[in-house]
């Protein structure tokens, strides 16, 4: 009896503690079980399979229905995080193909709540002119390689008028593979047995004692020479898609943190936007002019993800910009809440 009390002692200060570390990280939703198993990234979650055409290297599986990041996770049956589009254009319909990585895909909020959705929404209000439809191809962890891929293979098929590439940070920095890399499918974790506290500790001290999970993507590490090649690779290859399809292509630079910018981590901006062929959308500075910190605008205290009022501060600007370069179709009206 006397072991036992200071062991269930410790197992009781142990939990204690992990409990707090992970409603520190992930917030009320670490008290759900499908919730908290549900932490993860995308190739460990159960969610992607390895693309047929190797240049679209993953895609996310149809007829999702879990958790992810917290949220529920729902695909249709195309495998899209959207609504279910008919291949052919409806009547009266002008479509805007959307790609992008999480920020697009809307990790950590709900379907409704991503920027292109609020967008679709406040653009469909008022029912007197052409249905707008903004359709998600967006996948987490996208690089320009996939998703220059998944506008040819999945995104002309629609017939979009207009092409809207979502960029963030992220975005550049991944590395383009050609010929590209085989994509390697990983076991399922699940975050729910893990030791948040000691994976936490091992994560800020660099000590790489647990099992990291899928490495994610390459990256551009420093090398500013294939940095700007593959951005003019980028710019080349939507520039040829834009004219032979003749649809228009346009960047939105999605941000809200402006230490971003100033860390060089700019997107691109400087070589995509000095492209008369294209039209270049930076929301940051509407964003940061909003006086909203960015604490109050990311998912939690370890995912800067943007949450739902970051995505709708976003929505208004991107929808402010899309006006602006007269991108909608004449007499397009849009009901902002």
Do not use: C
Request: proline fraction near 6%; glycine fraction near 8%; hydrophobic fraction near 40%.
């Amino acid at each position: 009896m006397r072991i036992l009390k200071p062991l269930l002692f410790v197992l009781a200060l142990i939990l204690a503690v992990e409990l707090s570390f992970r409603l520190y990280l992930y917030g009320p939703g670490a008290l759900h079980p499908g919730k908290m198993d549900s932490f993860t990234q995308v190739h460990d979650a159960g969610i992607v399979r390895t693309a047929a055409n190797p240049a679209v290297h993953y895609e996310l599986l149809p007829d999702l229905d879990v958790w992810y990041k917290g949220v529920r996770f729902r695909t249709n049956s195309t495998g899209l995080r959207d609504s279910e589009y008919p291949l052919d254009k409806p009547d009266n319909t002008y479509r805007i193909a959307v790609l992008g990585s999480s920020w697009t895909m809307g990790s950590g909020v709900e379907l409704e709540e991503i920027w292109h959705s609020r967008v679709e929404q406040w653009l469909n209000a008022d029912t007197s002119g052409k249905r707008i439809e903004l359709i998600n191809f967006g996948v987490d962890q996208y690089g320009f390689g996939e998703m220059v891929a998944t506008l040819e293979e999945k995104a002309l098929a629609y017939e979009p008028d207009l092409v809207v590439i979502a960029l963030t940070y992220f975005t550049p920095t991944v590395l383009w593979n050609d010929p590209p890399a085989t994509y390697v499918e990983t076991d399922r974790r699940h975050p729910l047995l893990d030791l948040h506290s000691l994976r936490f500790i091992d994560f800020r001290l660099q000590l790489g004692l647990m099992e990291p999970g899928h490495p994610g993507r390459d990256r551009i590490e420093g090398d500013q020479e294939l940095f700007k090649r593959q951005m003019h690779k980028a710019g080349d290859r939507l520039q040829a898609i834009s004219t032979e399809q003749r649809v228009p292509v346009a960047f939105v630079k999605l941000a809200y943190q402006p230490s971003w910018v100033r860390k060089g981590k700019s997107g691109g901006a400087e070589i995509l936007s000095s492209n008369p062929v294209f039209t270049y959308i930076d929301v940051t500075d509407q964003v940061k002019d909003t006086g909203y910190s960015p604490g109050e605008l990311s998912v939690s205290v370890w995912d800067s993800h943007p949450n739902a009022l970051g995505h709708e501060l976003m929505a208004r600007a991107v929808l402010e910009e899309l006006f602006a370069n007269d991108l909608l179709p004449e007499g397009t009206v849009a009901r902002i809440p």
